[in-house]
C-alpha cells in the first residue's frame, strides 16, 4: 500500500520561498511516477513535476526555473523546493505516486492509478 502524505504548506509573501515535503509510505517500486499537482480555488488541476522510475525530471512551464523536485531514501521522501513566489502560486498543492508512467504523465487526462495525498495548502499573498 503506498501512501503519500504532505506536509510543509502555510503563508507566504510574494517573492517568498517554501519547501514542500512528502512522506511516501508503503513499498516504491521501480514502476512508480512521484510528483506534484496543485489546484487554484476554482481552477483546473495543474501538474508541477515528477520523477520517473529511471530519476528522470520534468517540469511543467508555467514553474520550471522557479520549483525543484527532489527524492531521498529510495523515493521515500519527495520534496518541492518553490522560490520566487508569487499569488498565481496559491493552490493545494498535492503528492501524487501512480505505477504507471510516462513522459507526458504531467498532462495525462485521468489518472485512474494514481494514489493522492491529502493536499496541503500554500497561500502566497502579495
Known amino acids: 500500500q503506498v501512501q503519500p502524505v504532505e506536509s510543509g504548506g502555510g503563508s507566504v509573501q510574494a517573492g517568498g520561498s517554501l519547501r514542500l515535503s512528502c512522506r511516501v509510505s508503503?513499498?516504491?517500486?521501480?514502476?512508480?511516477?512521484l510528483g506534484w499537482f496543485r489546484q487554484p480555488p476554482g481552477k483546473e488541476r495543474e501538474g508541477l513535476a515528477f520523477i520517473d522510475p529511471d530519476d528522470n525530471i520534468r517540469y511543467a512551464d508555467s514553474v520550471k526555473g522557479r520549483f525543484t523536485i527532489s527524492s531521498y531514501n529510495a523515493k521515500n521522501t519527495l520534496d518541492l523546493l518553490m522560490n520566487s513566489l508569487s499569488p498565481e502560486d496559491t493552490a493545494m498543492y498535492y503528492c501524487?505516486?501512480?505505477?504507471?508512467?510516462?513522459?507526458?504523465?504531467?498532462?495525462?487526462?485521468?489518472?485512474?492509478?494514481?494514489?493522492w495525498g491529502q493536499g496541503t495548502q500554500v497561500t502566497v499573498s502579495s
Open positions: 501524487v505516486a501512480e505505477h504507471l508512467c510516462v513522459n507526458t504523465w504531467l498532462n495525462v487526462q485521468n489518472h485512474f492509478d494514481a494514489v
Open positions: 508503503g513499498d516504491i517500486d521501480h514502476n512508480y511516477c
